[in-house]
C-alpha cells in the first residue's frame, strides 16, 4: 500500500514570496491533515479535512496561509506572503476516519531566507 | 498552551535494557492517546494507541500504560535496541466529541538514544 505522498521535499524562499506545498493521501483515507513541525517542537495541526471539508482550521493564519482538498483526495498549501518564522516542515497526514491514527509523509522542510 | 507535554527532551539507555518515556496531558476531554516514532528526515510514524477504557496496551516490545486519575500516560520499551534511537512523540485526540475530537495534539517529543 503507497503512504502520504508530499512533494516538494525541500524548498528555500525569501520572505514575502509565495510557496505551495502538495499532497497525496493514502487511498480511501477520507480524513486529511497538514501540520507544522517547528525545530524542536512538537507537529502543530494547521488544517484538518473531512473528505473535501474544513473541520478545524482554529490554528491556521488565513492571513497568509490557506488550504485546499478538491475531490476529496489530493491537497495543497499555500503560504503567501512567507515570513521568516514559517520556517518549518511541513507535513501532511491521513487515516481512514479521524479518530484513527494518522500516517504522516516524508515532511516538506521550508526555509524563509 | 501545552495540552500534551513531554518533560524529558532525551533519555540515553544501554542496549537490552528498559526505555521509560512519559507524557502528561491536561485536557480531560482526551480519550485515545497515541505514540509515534520520528527518524530524522523523515514523517512521524505511528507506534502504539491506547484508549481511555483501557490502562495497558501491548505490541511486542512496546507497551503503553495510561493513568487516567493522574493524566499520565508511559511508552516502555523492552528491550531496547540501537535501532529504537529516534525522537518519540507522545499524542491525544478525544473520540467522543468536543473541540479535541479527531485532531492530534502532540508534545514536544524526546530524544531517546540506546548506546550498544
Known amino acids: 500500500e503507497a503512504g502520504v505522498a508530499q512533494s516538494p521535499r525541500y524548498k528555500i524562499i525569501e520572505k514575502r514570496q509565495s510557496v505551495a506545498f502538495w499532497c497525496n493521501p493514502i487511498?480511501?483515507?477520507?480524513?486529511l491533515y497538514w501540520y507544522q513541525q517547528i525545530l524542536g517542537q512538537g507537529p502543530k495541526l494547521l488544517i484538518q479535512?473531512?473528505?473535501?471539508?474544513?473541520?478545524?482550521d482554529s490554528q491556521l493564519p488565513k492571513d497568509r496561509f490557506s488550504a485546499e482538498r478538491l475531490k476529496g483526495v489530493d491537497s495543497t498549501l499555500k503560504i503567501q506572503p512567507a515570513k521568516l518564522e514559517d520556517s518549518a516542515v511541513y507535513l501532511c497526514?491521513?487515516?481512514?476516519?479521524?479518530?484513527?491514527?494518522?500516517?504522516f509523509g516524508q515532511g516538506t522542510r521550508l526555509t524563509v531566507v | 498552551d501545552q495540552q500534551v507535554k513531554q518533560n524529558s527532551p532525551s533519555l540515553s539507555v544501554q542496549e537490552g535494557r528498559i526505555s521509560i518515556l512519559n507524557c502528561d496531558y491536561t485536557n480531560s476531554m482526551f480519550d485515545y492517546f497515541l505514540w509515534y516514532k520520528k527518524y530524522p528526515a523523515e514523517g512521524p510514524t505511528f507506534l502504539i494507541s491506547i484508549s481511555s477504557i483501557k490502562d495497558k496496551n501491548e505490541d511486542g516490545r512496546f507497551t503503553v500504560f495510561l493513568n487516567k486519575s493522574a493524566k499520565h500516560l508511559s511508552l516502555h520499551i523492552v528491550p531496547s535496541q540501537p535501532g529504537d534511537s529516534a525522537v518519540y512523540f507522545c499524542a491525544a485526540s478525544g473520540r467522543t466529541g468536543g473541540t479535541s475530537y479527531g485532531k492530534l495534539t502532540f508534545g514536544q517529543g524526546t530524544i531517546l538514544t540506546v548506546h550498544p
Open positions: 497526514a491521513s487515516s481512514l476516519v479521524s479518530y484513527t491514527e494518522a500516517f
Open positions: 479535512f473531512q473528505n473535501n471539508g474544513v473541520v478545524d
Open positions: 487511498s480511501g483515507h477520507a480524513t
